[in-house]
Each structure stands twice: as C-alpha cells, then as structure tokens.
C-alpha cells in the first residue's frame, strides 16, 4: 500500500471532502467580495478599509486564506502525483516531486502570511 | 445507471491481444491477498490521449488552479498596496491600468470565474447529475459558455 505522506490528510476520502468544503467556502468569499466591489460606486481606500476591516470580514478573510491553503494544497499535490511520475520525468521523479511540493509548502506559508498581516493590520 | 468505474489489469500489447498484469489467478480467483501492485497500468500521457470536449474542460480546470495558484500573490500584492493608504490604493488603481496589470487583472478574472463554475459542475456531478456521455459533454460545453458570459459582464461592470 502507498503511504501518502505528502497528501493532505493522508486520507484520498478526507482530502475529497476537505476539496469541496473549502471549495463552498472560497465560492461564498468570492461572492461576498464581487458583491462589494460590484455594489460600491466610488470604490476609495477607506471604503476599502471600512469594508475588510469589519471583524466579521476580518474572520470571514481569515477562514477563506485558510480555505485557500488547503484547497491549493490537495490540488497542486494532485497534479504532482499525476504529472511527476517516473513515466513523465524519469527515475528522480520522487525528488523532483518532493521538490514542487516544497516549492508549494513555502508559497503557501508566505501567502498565509501575507494575507493575515493584511486582514488583521487594523 | 451503475456508477462504478471497472478497473482492469489486463494491458493490451502491440498485436491487440491482452495479457494478464495482476496477481496470479487460479479459475478467475486471486491468489495472492496483496493486490496493490507498483507496476499497474497508468496512462497519463498527455500527448497520447485523445481530447473530447470534456478533457478539455477538465484540464482547463486544473491549468487554472495553478493561475489563480500563483495569481493569489499578485492580488495578495494589490489588495496590501491598496489597504495601505490613499495614496497606495491610487498607486494600485494605476497599476491595473497598465498593460500588464490589465492583463493579470483579466486573466485572474477569467480563471477565477472557470475555476469557480468548473467547480459547481464538479459538485453536481458528485451527486451524478449529468455523469452520463452525453450529459459530461453537454456540462463541458455549458461551464465554457457560462465562463465566457459570466467573464464578459463583469469585466465590463468592474471595469
């Protein structure tokens, strides 16, 4: 049996769920957002501040990057145990895997980063 | 209608008969309890598939995961510069003005808005709604349609 130790959960059942319930998440932020931005006139800084900066858009941000973490996750290391196999770039595809995965932890971590010291500067 | 995908071990050989590539059988019974084998057939060449519109739609799926996947930091980049002050927020209104930030403006939009509809479908056929041939390829030609509508009017209403 394979050990998944760079999938999600290590559970193809558990990493299906989270997919689409950070996907319902991200699909109502995304919602949320468009109707903002659709709905303000004179879209300015402080609209924009009065807007995110309301706790509840502040946790509501919070919980969509945190959606977008695990839902990035589960689906860039999809596409890498498709596409980084031995068939496709030969016999070091373990390490270049491990490598995008590596890649796709950092960036991950940084974007994280980023959006919380965005959304909670206020 | 059953659900369940077959899944065979046979592989097919150059002259068109199949050989066996699982566990040893003894009258159709296997007779070994490990049936998970490293060498199963895959076929995930890309170049050798044929591509019906339903590939198509799926692989869009994927290539704009991976745009809005690097996309985030551009928008992460945008909405920091913005929140920052009125005189960031201009500098980052100027910026999606320019050719290329019109560009990444554009192309995020459209991703998002596939990634998104192409994500509904994949919800739906979760509940096998339209996981038949003719259903998977009327859903395929349907998120492109929607896509390009859904696309075409905010990003005249945005703009």
Redesign the interface.
């Known amino acids: ?2 050990t998944q130790v760079l999938s999600l959960t290590r559970s193809g059942l558990a990493d299906f769920v989270v997919q ?1 319930a950070t ?1 319902f998440i991200l ?1 109502a932020y ?1 919602l949320c957002v ?1 109707g903002f ?2 709905s303000s006139d004179n879209l ?3 609209a ?2 009065a807007f ?1 900066g309301t706790t509840t858009m502040q946790w509501f941000s919070t919980l969509a990057a945190l959606s ?1 973490v695990a839902h ?1 996750w589960i ?2 290391w999809t ?1 890498g145990t ?2 980084l ?1 031995p ?2 770039v030969g016999g070091g595809a373990t390490v270049i895997r491990f490598a995008y995965q590596a890649v ?1 932890l950092l ?1 991950l971590f940084v ?1 994280i980063l ?2 919380l010291s ?1 959304i909670w ?1 206020f | 209608m059953p659900h369940t995908q077959r899944v065979t071990l046979d592989r097919v050989t150059a002259d068109g008969s199949s050989v066996w590539q699982g566990p040893p059988r003894l009258f159709g019974l296997n007779l070994e309890t490990e049936v ?1 084998k490293t060498d199963r057939p ?1 076929n ?3 170049f050798a598939m044929s591509w019906p519109i339903m590939a198509i739609a799926s692989i869009t799926h ?1 290539i704009t ?2 745009v ?2 690097v996309g ?2 551009f928008a ?1 980049y945008a ?2 510069l ?2 920052s ?2 005189a ?2 201009a500098e980052a209104a100027a910026l999606v003005r320019e050719p290329f930030g019109m560009l990444v403006f554009f192309g995020l939009l459209l991703a ?1 808005v596939y990634h ?1 509809v192409a ?2 479908k994949h ?1 739906l056929l ?1 509940f096998h709604h339209g996981d038949t041939l003719e259903g998977a390829r009327m859903g395929a030609i349907l998120t492109i349609v929607v896509t390009i509508v859904v696309t075409a009017v ?1 990003g005249v ?2 703009w």
Do not use: E, K
């Open positions: 049996m394979v689409r996907a699909t995304t468009l931005f659709l300015d800084h402080g924009l501040v995110f977008t990035a689906g860039m596409i498709d596409y196999r068939a496709h796709c960036a974007y980023w959006a965005i500067q | 998970m895959v995930l060449n890309l994927r995961g991976v809005l996947f985030v930091a992460l909405l920091d913005a929140m002050s009125p960031g927020f998002l998104v994500g509904i919800l979760d905010l209403m945005l």
